[in-house]
């Protein structure tokens, strides 16, 4: 996967016509954060993840494999962080691999499985677990 930079993030949101901060609130992160995720020049540029990158292209009708088929008027995403039992589940219901996953989500499998392990902290952001829920099925307000 091609890794984005910031005016190619940027882009995505203003396709969508969404605010810097409407954008920051589907994904479940402050707009400081996402102001991060666009900055070109900052010393405190922070990446997109890949799995929040595929739900972006998703939202924006760019994903190169989906394309939304359901999608409610008034643009609506899951905002709890998953539990580690949430991510396993929704992993398998896609019918994904512990590999699989990982690779599509830019990890090693060690680090996908901390996140399917309950006595760890490590878990998915909103954005990655709104996409994994896509690939599942089981989001509640959206469909691909």
């Known amino acids: 996967m091609i890794v984005p930079r910031g005016n190619d993030i940027a882009k995505l949101r203003n396709q969508l016509g969404l605010t810097q901060k409407e954008l920051a609130a589907l994904f ?21 993840r890949p799995g929040e990158y595929h739900f972006l292209l998703l939202l924006a009708g760019e994903h ?8 409610q008027p008034e643009l ?11 991510v396993r589940r929704a992993r398998e ?20 499985q901390s996140k399917e392990n ?3 902290r490590g878990t998915l952001t909103v954005g990655e677990y709104n996409y994994l829920l896509l690939l599942a099925g089981k989001h509640p307000y959206l469909s691909i």
């Open 28 to 48: 479940g992160v402050t707009l400081a954060t996402w102001q991060k995720k666009e900055s070109e020049t900052s010393k405190e540029t922070i990446g997109i």
């Open 64 to 71: 190169p494999q989906h394309t939304m088929t359901q999608l």
């Open 76 to 86: 609506v995403t899951v905002q709890n962080k998953p539990t580690a039992d949430e």
């Open 93 to 112: 219901e896609a019918g994904l691999s512990v590999e699989q996953a990982a690779a599509l989500f830019g990890c090693l499998s060690r680090s996908w």
């Open 118 to 120: 309950p006595n760890t």
